[in-house]
């Protein structure tokens, strides 16, 4: 079966980075679409990022110039870089396909920009 596993979340200042990565398996990545989206507290899920199988990226507006996707489908992750992170980019990050199927969403990662 489909499992998507995120990972690489945690506590971070204002203004530091992490890297979240999202290990899938049953899957064949290589030819997917696949993103990340964010569900912050009290408010719906939203995409973040997303990657064609070709590589071609395209991320939202309100990270653009700080967060990066990248994949690797030979490892079968999906990896999104995050940088000069705001508190409002709290939440917690899902990875899927684009767009989302109902039964690959995983726990999510949690994500927590405070000082």
């Known amino acids: 079966q489909v499992q998507f596993v995120e990972s690489g979340g945690g506590l971070v200042r204002p203004g530091g980075s992490l890297r979240l990565s999202c290990t899938t398996s049953?899957?064949?990545?290589?030819?997917?679409?696949m993103a990340w989206y964010r569900q912050p507290p009290g408010a719906a899920r939203e995409l973040v990022a997303s990657?064609?199988?070709?590589?071609?990226?395209d991320v939202a507006l309100d990270v653009k110039g700080r967060f990066t996707i990248s994949r690797d489908n030979a490892k079968k992750v999906v990896d999104l870089q995050m940088r000069s992170l705001k508190p409002e980019d709290s939440a917690v990050y899902y990875c899927?396909?684009?767009?989302?199927?109902?039964?690959?969403w995983g726990q999510g990662t949690q994500v927590t920009v405070s000082s």
């Open positions: 899927n396909i684009r767009p989302p199927r109902e039964s690959y």
């Open positions: 990657i064609t199988a070709a590589g071609g990226t």
């Open positions: 049953g899957f064949a990545l290589k030819w997917a679409v």
